[in-house]
């Protein structure tokens, strides 16, 4: 005589091979499900208490060089104070001061992005120094991109950022990029 299928299948469920299997996989989603929470309710960032003062502000200025590479201008906005100022140094060019969120995306769109679409950073050395609420970031790097001409263009760069931490965050108040371009090429004649 047949066993009816549904008693076969509520056996199978009870004689499990290898519960300790299933019940670690139960326990690794839910570890899981609760990381992600945790990750979200941070603003998607796990640069938490963690971190020193000066290795919180090193991976804010990290993070922040990655939003320039993206070119996404609202994760750049978040990096900075409302009433902050960025200064952009070319000798070649008349040097650009901006301030104010809105006014710090225009510099990056029409400064920065024209000149280097898609910016790479490389041979990034920086220093962090942090004093109370306030901290320091000198930093120098080779950036290498493409104009909007299609033109490959790099410039040795040297940053100096002043962040301030507010409600919890270090937030930018001053950047300084100092713009060295290599000598044009002379000439094919």
């Given at each position: 005589m047949m066993a009816c299928p549904q008693a076969r299948h509520s056996?199978?469920?009870?004689?499990?091979k290898h519960p300790r299997v299933i019940l670690a996989l139960c326990v690794f989603m839910v570890v899981a499900i609760?990381?992600?929470?945790?990750?979200?309710?941070?603003?998607?960032?796990?640069?938490?208490?963690?971190?020193?003062?000066?290795?919180?502000?090193?991976a804010d200025?990290?993070?922040?060089?990655?939003?320039?590479h993206s070119m996404n201008d609202s994760a750049i906005?978040?990096?900075?104070?409302?009433?902050?100022?960025i200064q952009f140094a070319d000798p070649n060019e008349s040097t650009g001061n901006y301030?104010?969120?809105?006014?710090?995306?225009?510099?990056?769109?029409a400064d920065m992005y024209v000149n280097f679409v898609l910016p790479i950073f490389s041979h990034t050395n920086s220093t962090?120094?942090?004093?109370?609420?306030q901290?320091?970031?000198?930093?120098?790097?080779?950036?290498?991109?493409?104009?909007?001409?299609?033109?490959?263009?790099?410039?040795?760069?040297?940053?100096?950022v002043v962040y301030v931490h507010q409600g919890g965050d270090w937030l930018i108040?001053?950047?300084?990029?100092?713009f060295t371009f290599p000598p044009a090429p002379p000439p094919s004649g």
């Open positions: 056996a199978m469920l009870g004689q499990a609760a990381a992600v929470a945790i990750f979200e309710s941070s603003n998607g960032s796990f640069t938490g208490s963690s971190l020193s003062p000066s290795g919180q502000v090193q200025y990290s993070s922040h060089l990655l939003n320039i906005e978040h990096d900075y104070a409302s009433s902050a100022s301030t104010g969120l809105t006014n710090i995306t225009t510099a990056f769109q962090v120094k942090v004093t109370g609420n901290a320091t970031v000198d930093s120098s790097f080779l950036i290498q991109g493409y104009n909007t001409d299609g033109n490959a263009l790099s410039a040795q760069v040297s940053t100096h108040s001053y950047e300084v990029w100092n």
